[in-house]
């Protein structure tokens, strides 16, 4: 057998070189631009010891309200809670602030003021909004929040995230860690996100009744029959507040799906998810029990009811897992094992919502804030639209409506429903 050439070795060897190019060096890497995002930590002690009143301030961002004898309360999303005095709607009083770390939900209860502060649940004495008292805190009740990218709040250990700090940098990456195909990753060891400077990223963000008092549409906390309900994800946890500024603890109830917003009518609890309307039966107010539930289109959906029937929005959007569904269904409640449907409204973007007998009113998003008849349910008929606000959450009561809206805070009066009458504005503070 012949030997083969020098030339067909040497070919050979540089085939074998350039097929295996890994071969030739231990490690790949390469310099590319990013943005980075680093996780900035508020630590439990911190968070814990940071409730306090203070002066009132501009408003930066309208959350969650609450009405009770005059006194309107407005969140500002994990800051804490504007109080308002609402005595003459006309000519609001912006009073004080309450700073509260990753506040979000609240429900008011006489002069005590339940609060969401990220994990924890607080009992604030507000009888002087002055000077406020926390009552009583309740430690690690409500779940993690988790960030978009991988990103979670560390109670035990760094705490809580309260924002992001952005860097221009050009990094070494290793060949090894892929880029996806949005322009980004995630490097869990250094617990930072690398967004490729070309690639148009988001920064990270988090996947965030008692007579004389109302809530709006959209919140998570609600009173009953000397109960406070909240729910989160896909729980609904209760609490004895027989004595408002000692709650207690109760059962947590596993709803199986996850759920957004609650919603109290008479012995019923309404729970909105984005799969459909959940009724639980609170005639035990200790011991609620799932009565029933309407189905729909998968979407975001408040939810409010009054006089035997239900009034559920359902929204299109990112957050919502859907595209294209956008409208008021409107639920009869006669027989509360079986509710059904009675009609549908298409709307644009419908958020909260709010119903005063015959009166509905609909914050349509970018549609507006929308007046309709429901004398006839099976025929609702829309008489007014008040354009150029995107509203979000309203509350309705007795010819005052109050609305929330991206650029700040209206009332109306609606007492001619065809005709509001705008009474006051309070913009937002200038960014």
């Known amino acids: 057998m012949k030997n083969p050439s020098p030339l067909l070795s040497a070919l050979f060897i540089l085939v074998i070189l350039f097929l295996t190019p890994g071969c030739l060096k231990d490690h790949c890497t390469d310099m590319s631009s990013f943005k980075t995002y680093s996780p900035i930590y508020m630590s439990p002690s911190v968070f814990r010891s940071a409730v306090k009143s203070g002066p009132a301030r501009a408003i930066g961002q309208t959350g969650k309200i609450y009405f009770q004898n005059g006194y309107l309360f407005l969140n500002e999303p994990d800051s804490g809670i504007h109080v308002i005095d609402d005595r003459d709607p006309a000519n609001p009083k912006n009073i004080s602030f309450i700073n509260i770390p990753g506040n979000i939900d609240m429900a008011v209860n006489g002069n005590i003021l339940y609060a969401d502060s990220y994990v924890d649940l607080v009992a604030i004495d507000i009888s002087d909004p002055d000077n406020i008292k926390v009552?009583?805190?309740?430690?690690?009740?409500?779940?993690?929040?988790?960030?978009?990218?991988?990103?979670?709040?560390?109670?035990?250990?760094?705490?809580?995230?309260?924002?992001?700090?952005?860097?221009?940098?050009?990094?070494?990456?290793?060949?090894?860690?892929?880029?996806?195909?949005?322009?980004?990753?995630?490097?869990?060891?250094?617990n930072t996100l690398y967004a490729a400077a070309a690639a148009n990223v988001p920064p990270p963000a988090a996947n965030t009744s008692l007579p004389g008092s109302t809530g709006g549409s959209t919140a998570r906390f609600t009173l009953m029959t000397h109960y406070l309900y909240t729910v989160n994800q896909s729980t609904l946890r209760l609490y004895n507040v027989v004595q408002p500024d000692n709650p207690v603890a109760g059962d947590s109830i596993n709803l199986s799906q996850m759920v957004e917003t609650i919603f109290p009518y008479e012995q019923y609890l309404f729970i909105g998810s984005p799969l459909g309307m959940l009724i639980y039966e609170a005639s035990n107010p200790e011991q609620p029990v799932f009565k029933s539930k309407f189905l729909h289109f998968y979407g975001c959906d408040p939810v409010v009811a009054q006089n035997g029937y239900a009034y559920v929005t359902i929204r299109s959007g990112t957050a919502c897992h859907t595209t294209n569904i956008n409208e008021l269904d409107i639920v009869n409640l006669s027989d509360m094992n079986n509710p059904s449907l009675v009609t549908i409204l298409p709307l644009t973007n419908p958020h909260g919502l709010a119903v005063d007998g015959d009166h509905l009113i609909v914050c349509d998003g970018t549609g507006g804030v929308r007046f309709i008849n429901i004398s006839d349910k099976s025929s609702p008929k829309i008489l007014k639209t008040i354009n150029n606000v995107i509203a979000h959450d309203a509350i309705a009561l007795n010819g005052l409506l109050i609305v929330t809206a991206q650029n700040g805070l209206y009332q109306y009066d609606y007492h001619d429903f065809s005709n509001p009458r705008l009474l006051s504005k309070i913009n937002l503070a200038s960014k």
């Open 135 to 190: 009552a009583k805190r309740i430690e690690n009740v409500f779940p993690l929040r988790y960030f978009t990218y991988g990103f979670q709040d560390d109670p035990a250990g760094k705490g809580m995230i309260v924002g992001f700090r952005a860097k221009d940098t050009v990094v070494k990456k290793s060949c090894d860690i892929p880029v996806n195909y949005n322009g980004y990753y995630y490097d869990a060891a250094q």
